[in-house]
């Protein structure tokens, strides 16, 4: 069984707006730091967001601040994607991970989730 999966994705306009779920099974979701990532066709896997064992501090792409909020409900063990303002560049396949390290630390997540796609129309 997969730990994370993420759910949410689909199609809409630009300047639409989507809210991405990952439910992390059978772990304390605070004791990691949660991330989320997404990768384009032909594109390298890239950070976009992540916040702290804590849900106090956040990290953000330059390319997503002010648009994308993150955040989770540690009771549920979930964690959100808030996303605004889309574009059509945001077209990703978005990816939920879990790590034991810090937020400023984006090496550290050996947890995946399995995908969800977003598409952006312009």
């Known amino acids: 069984q997969v730990p994370l999966v993420e759910s949410g994705g689909g199609l809409v306009q630009a300047g639409g707006s989507l809210r991405l779920s990952c439910v992390f099974s059978?772990?304390?979701?605070?004791?990691?730091?949660m991330g989320w990532f997404r990768q384009a066709p032909g594109k390298e896997r890239e950070f976009v967001a992540a916040?702290?064992?804590?849900?106090?501090?956040?990290s953000y792409a330059d390319s997503v601040k002010g648009r994308f909020t993150i955040s989770r409900d540690t009771l549920r063990n979930m964690v959100y994607l808030e996303m605004n303002t889309l574009k059509p560049e945001d077209t990703a396949v978005f990816y939920c991970?879990?790590?034991?390290?810090?937020?400023?630390?984006?090496?550290?997540?050996?947890?995946w989730g399995q995908g969800t796609q977003v598409t952006v129309s312009s």
């Open positions: 991970a879990a790590s034991p390290r810090g937020v400023s630390d984006r090496d550290g997540y050996d947890t």
């Open positions: 916040i702290d064992w804590s849900g106090t501090l956040s």
């Open positions: 059978g772990h304390t979701l605070s004791m990691y730091t």
